[in-house]
């Protein structure tokens, strides 16, 4: 998830429910790409968290209009607080339902570290109840005073959750924000991270937002092969300004045919609302 959403959500650029559902009566010809492909297109829902929270059948419906197969949670009981309040009283059966009934699979949620550290059986039966197979840690929270044996100490916890992860089935992950791209002590972070990571048991989900620090996602892709397990998309211009994906700067053929080296699962677009319809159509024109 990107740094600057996940603190204040610009609700300005925000489609209405209304004007979104219009933008979803489109041909599925469109769309018909994906299957040949076998690519399917997801969504991340903290874009969207909004309208989710007014009417979660609804939002999803939509979405899967506008060409998305997947959908990536984020876990309401962790973000009760964060937009996704409304959907804790959501019986998680149902919720499965409901994300199936949109024409959507859910394979993945975002989870915070306390989640992982501190409720970790607790989550991991929401997790299987509603059908996933992955669980990614979406940050350590740690302080921007944090050191690096902060974040190794973090990451050490993280491979101990990703045991019992694995033991149930399910694939563990780590996503990063432009925070892993710093330097401490002579090392990039998220360098650090992965040295620390033990690969069999956490997969990684690169933000291609760190193109605006200079870092290209395909690089990482080829750099530290079969290291990841999914991606989150937004595409930016030279001056850092979102723009659909295909309409920036980052090279997407590039991306898709190194995502492959770097065992990428999963896609999920994650920009501002009025960005989903462009930016699932350029994907599956692919």
């Known amino acids: 998830m990107k740094t600057i959403n996940r603190r204040a959500f610009i609700g300005k650029t925000s489609l209405g429910l209304g004007a979104a559902l219009a933008l979803s009566q489109l041909p599925k010809q469109l769309f018909a790409h994906a299957a040949v492909n076998n690519m399917p ?3 991340q829902t903290w874009s969207v968290k909004d309208i989710l929270a007014k009417d979660f059948a609804g ?3 939509m979405m899967a209009g506008l060409g998305y197969q997947l959908t990536e949670m984020c876990s309401p009981k ?18 499965r339902s409901i994300i199936n009934d ?9 989870f915070g570290f306390d989640e992982l550290t501190n409720d970790l059986d607790g989550r991991m039966e929401w997790s ?10 979406s940050s350590f929270g740690l302080p921007k005073t944090a050191t690096l044996k902060d974040y190794l100490d ?10 019992k992860i694995k033991k149930a089935g399910m694939q563990a992950g780590y996503h990063n924000h432009e925070i892993e791209f710093a330097t401490l002590d002579g090392q990039l972070i998220y360098d650090a991270l992965m040295s620390r990571f033990d690969p069999g048991l956490v997969k990684m989900q690169f933000q291609t937002e760190v193109i605006n620090l200079g870092y290209k996602a395909s690089d990482y892709f080829k750099k530290y092969p079969g290291r990841f397990i999914s991606s989150h ?8 300004k979102e723009v659909p994906i295909g309409n920036g700067v980052i090279d997407w053929k590039e991306f898709f045919a190194a995502a492959k080296t770097g065992g990428v699962k999963n896609f999920f677009v994650e920009m501002n609302p009025d960005k989903f319809k462009d930016s699932a159509a350029y994907i599956h024109a692919l």
């Not at 949109?102 to 975002?110: N, T, Y």
């Not at 998309?233 to 850092?240: A, E, I, M, R």
């Open 154 to 163: 973090a990451t050490d916890k993280l491979n101990k959750a990703a045991e």
């Open 59 to 61: 939002t999803l419906k």
């Open 102 to 110: 949109a024409g959507l699979s859910c394979p993945s949620c975002h």
């Open 78 to 95: 962790g973000y009760v607080t964060n937009g996704f309040g409304p959907l804790v009283n959501i019986k998680t059966a149902d919720m």
């Open 233 to 240: 998309l937004s595409d930016w211009t030279t001056d850092k």
């Open 41 to 43: 297109i997801g969504f």
């Open 128 to 137: 299987q109840q509603l059908g996933l197979t992955q669980m990614i840690c």
